[in-house]
């Protein structure tokens, strides 16, 4: 119930809120929340078909390492819009979230830059289908959890 609520107040407009920090606290949190996304081998039902567009648009981009002079040059932001509209029916698709700027480092602040959604999940799903975050997903994943009956 708590999240609904959450989720309710970030839909407001943000006049009404002045310097709230709860707000801000729930806005970083989903912000994490969409950044650690980055792990998991599937990340929407539209993997292929983002994976194929992203790549049909951006043949050359390497995306290892990014900048925003990379991603936010006013040639690729009309790029990047036109790749966003492709997949306006996306929930999410334009929301803003926190994308590890180099896929060999860890998410930090200083390795963070703000993306739109759609283009995380671009980026990602190359990163991840292209060995890219093979490194940093051995080094981060998950401890195994031990069955009760090996414990």
């Known amino acids: 119930m708590e999240m609904m609520h959450g989720a ?4 407001r407009p943000a006049e009404e809120f002045g310097n709230d920090t709860l707000v801000e606290e729930m806005w970083a949190a989903k912000a994490l929340e969409h950044a650690e996304v980055h792990f998991n081998l599937k ?3 539209y993997d292929d078909q983002i994976y194929a567009t992203f790549r049909q648009d951006f043949p050359d981009l390497h995306v290892g390492r990014l900048t925003d002079d990379i991603l936010k040059s006013a040639t690729a932001k009309l790029k990047w819009r036109q ?3 492709k997949f306006n029916k ?3 698709y334009s929301y803003g979230t926190l994308m590890r700027a180099d896929a060999s480092r860890e998410f930090s602040p200083d390795n963070s830059i703000f993306v739109f959604r759609v283009q995380f999940l671009a ?3 190359a990163r991840n289908r292209e060995g890219l975050n093979d490194e940093a997903y051995e080094k981060h994943k998950p401890a195994r959890k031990v069955p ?3 414990q």
């Open 8 to 11: 309710s107040l970030l839909s």
């Open 43 to 45: 990340l929407t039902p």
């Open 83 to 85: 790749f966003a509209e």
């Open 90 to 92: 996306l929930d999410d």
């Open 123 to 125: 980026i990602e799903i």
């Open 148 to 150: 009760e009956e090996e």
